[in-house]
């Protein structure tokens, strides 16, 4: 009996020892092993196996909108690159990061135990960055955020900032300093408050706003913060009004900046303020949460313009069967390209098609991207981490009607 | 005398007696140092109060759903949060498709009652499907069970609704003939407001009259008192659950509208803050007593729409709007220190003992 099984068991062994001989020697016989000396690792792809690219996006909830559009964008760019790099099949999908720090470090914790993920197009959040960001700059990832406008996470400086990290989305210090020249030199508004929502996106934004605009000679009548889950608005709306402001300036999401939209209108003492965020409440569901008070309301938000972003549109409209319905869409096209011209540039091909990714080599080849012509300007990427060229315009809501309208800078508005 | 005194005072009772003390110490000195420093004027503190009042009707209307049927079950309902929420979840397709079709701009007091109708509609529905699938079956457990039990079904609910019509959230077409706003000697008062404390108020009449004249209202209260000598006395004590459960579902349904009214948006998560804080009120006015439910909610909605204003900006804290759940539950602790049955909550354990 135990003879029997002991004769069984040599006979697996003796049979998956040559069956495993087989497949270890068939690549050596075609070409020199490739051996990974990157400091962090390497990805390796056989030759039929798929590239893997994630992304970390929010695509749930109040902001779906935001991270639905992005993807939109990546779709397009896998479609244009024929669904391949280097003739492997691109492998796309990804994690919720819902736009909330917690959101974030659940994505960023599964993403980041797949070795086989050689960049992630996220976050749509700066919070959802600072809880992911750790994780997949660990895991040895290039990540490129499409959306991500906090000042820290490109600052060396700043414990927020990870290596590997870039971004097509405009820096903050741009936006926040746009938002502050616009309401003062062309609004001719002396004061202003601003409302942030705990958010590291809009916390750092009211800071750069309120920065620039004291510097331009502005009074800051109150800087206060909401909970983003609130609903009632009154008593922070009844605080503001004490200072008299003339505008309001509050860069948080959805839902609560509707209600402040909606609720501003109705506060005494705030009947004529003026009311503006910035791009995470440019959207088409700020429409739908706040209704016709969205009439005046402002945002500020970058302008992609040009005969290559129209042809993209164009794209856009027929495969999706709608407008972009956010500001992303061609940042995260520009982002997915340039990842893909910093894998085809340190990629290591042999010759029966495996590929060969060094993880340093790439964030190297990524950081030295120059001069690459998006659809969103002529990009350069530092190891800092920001790759964008922005113009930041100011765009106004109209009751029924989107895509808001351009209102300045003046000499991008487009006559009919 | 006094040693019988001292031996009843515990030293938890004094250690709790400071606390309450203080809180109400700094409460007090916060409104005082605030309404020196003048920095808002009467029309403001109105406007508050106004919003509060209204904010409070709509607690009121949610919160009798918890009252009445810890009243008849002694349990708490945790799903009613979810029965607020699927009300006006549901009734929001019904406005837009009216706002599309231009019928709520010609007859935006049809359109109303017709929306109005379809959330109670639905409320209603969801909480006797609750009783019957989730409660009923439980009855004769111990009263942990039914507890656990309502915070799966609110957890259910949730999902479901979700499922049905996504995770996004909806906006409530504006109601022109609420938009603007009248003089009130000297001070502008929004009609939406008006209008949700006079519902609020109107509802809460018809239902302190169907408990208190009605047939149905006499054997709910004979339920609550004693369920066996009901059920001995002729009383269908089943039926009589079924619409304690329907009223609550009615007047949340209708809850929701009015709050719709105040705050146009609407999502599957909803209902969770204004539930919580209904059950506070509820717990606030004395739980099982229906004027209790209706008071505790008025003094939890204008706390929290004035409270933060009053009592925080004199201490020189930053953004006290943020704070405005903190002071409500505060206030709970307090009401619980020197008044553990609730503002009216002693009256009820009188009536029955």
Known sequence: MSKRLLILVSLVIVASMVLGACATTTPQATSAPYTCTDSIGCVTIGPSDPIHIAYLLVVSGANAALGTDSRNGVEIAIADAGGKILGHDIKFDGEDGLCTADGGQAAGTKLAADPSIVAVIGTSCSSEARAAEPLLSAAGFVTISSSNTAPDLTDPTNPNHYPGYFRTAHNDKIQGAAAADFAYTFLKITKAATIHDGSLYADKLTEVFRGEFEKLGGTITAATSVDPNATDMSSVLADIATGTPELIYFPIFLPAGAFLVDQAKTTPGLENTKLMGADGLYSPDVMNTAGDAVEGFMVSSPIVQGADYDKFVAKYVAKFGTQPINIFHAHAYDGFNIVKAAIEKAAVVDTDGTVHIPRQGLRDAMATTKEFKGLTGTLSCSYDGDCANPTIGVYVYHAGQYPPELIWPTEFIKTP | ?353
Do not use: C
Request: hydrophobic letters at 55%; glycine letters at 12%; proline letters at 4%.
């Open chain 2, 1 to 353: 005398m006094l040693r019988t005194l001292r031996q009843r005072i515990t030293l938890t009772d004094i250690f709790i007696w400071v606390i309450g003390l203080s809180i109400a110490g700094i409460v007090i000195w916060g409104t005082i140092s605030t309404l020196q420093q003048g920095r808002y004027s009467g029309s403001s503190w109105l406007d508050l109060t106004i919003k509060g009042l209204a904010l409070g009707g709509v607690y009121a209307l949610i919160a009798m759903g918890y009252t009445m049927v810890y009243g008849i079950l002694k349990m708490i309902n945790f799903a009613h949060s979810e029965v607020f929420m699927s009300g006006p979840f549901t009734a929001v397709f019904v406005a837009l498709g009216f706002s599309k079709s231009g019928f709520l701009d010609r007859q935006p007091v049809i359109s109303l009652i017709i929306i109005t109708i379809v959330s109670a509609a639905v409320s209603t529905l969801i909480a006797v499907l609750l009783e019957r699938i989730a409660y009923r079956p439980l009855r004769s457990a111990p009263r942990l069970v039914p507890l656990i039990t309502a915070i799966g079904a609110s957890f259910f609910l949730q999902y479901v609704f979700r499922g049905l019509y996504g995770s996004g959230s909806y906006g409530y077409p504006a109601i022109k003939i609420f938009e603007q706003s009248v003089t009130f000697a000297g001070i502008q008062v929004h009609k939406t407001q008006i209008a949700v404390i006079i519902g609020a108020i109107v509802m809460m009449v018809v239902l302190y009259g169907i408990v208190q004249w009605t047939k149905i209202g006499k054997a709910m209260r004979a339920v609550s008192e004693d369920k066996e000598a009901a059920e001995l006395m002729g009383i269908n004590v089943d039926r009589i659950i079924v619409f304690t459960f329907a009223m609550g579902g009615a007047s949340a349904g209708i809850g929701g509208i009015l709050y719709t009214l105040l705050f146009p948006v609407v999502n599957f998560y909803m209902g969770f803050f204004p539930g919580i804080k209904a059950f506070t009120a509820a717990v606030l006015g004395g739980i099982g007593n229906v004027p209790g439910a209706f008071l505790g909610s008025i003094i939890l909605g204008l706390l929290e729409s004035v409270g933060p204003n009053l009592f925080l900006t004199g201490l020189g804290i930053p953004s006290p709007s943020q704070l405005k759940d903190a002071i409500a539950f505060v206030v709970l602790v307090l009401i619980l220190i020197f008044r553990p049955t609730g503002i009216l909550g002693e009256r009820i354990s009188q009536d029955k003992a």
